[in-house]
């Protein structure tokens, strides 16, 4: 059993930064794959940046971004840490939303409780 556990949410103004974290604890040795998904209200939740390592690129990071994010968010993880990390640049307002973290070992899928993310224009 896996449980992740969001932190880093809170009300910034346009242009600023955030630093997401998702800790993971339990049964981390088996999970490949974690990702950031965000819900907006009224909107379905949608997938911001996802990192893998399934060993089909040599055992290296292979990261993946929305369009409406790339350039301005970085995802990246601290293995030691059990933790990914989600840096965001150049917040707008329609970034906006409840953010999740995710993660897989390639059967079962975890979800953290999220963490609100609030950009005023």
């Known amino acids: 059993q896996v449980q992740l556990g969001e932190s880093g949410g809170g009300l910034v103004q346009a242009g600023e930064s955030l630093k997401l974290s998702c800790a993971a604890s339990?049964?981390?040795?088996?999970?490949?794959?974690f990702g950031w998904y965000r819900q907006a209200p009224g909107k379905q939740r949608e997938l911001v940046a996802t990192?893998?390592?399934?060993?089909?690129?040599?055992?290296?990071?292979?990261?993946k971004y929305a369009e409406s994010v790339k350039g301005r968010f970085t995802i990246s993880r601290d293995n030691a840490k059990n933790t990914v990390y989600l840096q965001m640049y150049s917040l707008k307002p329609e970034d906006t939303a409840v953010y999740y973290c995710n993660a897989g070992d390639g059967m079962f899928e975890y979800w953290g409780q999220g963490t609100r993310v609030t950009v005023s224009s």
């Open positions: 990192i893998r390592n399934d060993g089909s690129t040599n055992y290296q990071d292979s990261v």
């Open positions: 339990g049964s981390t040795h088996v999970l490949n794959n």
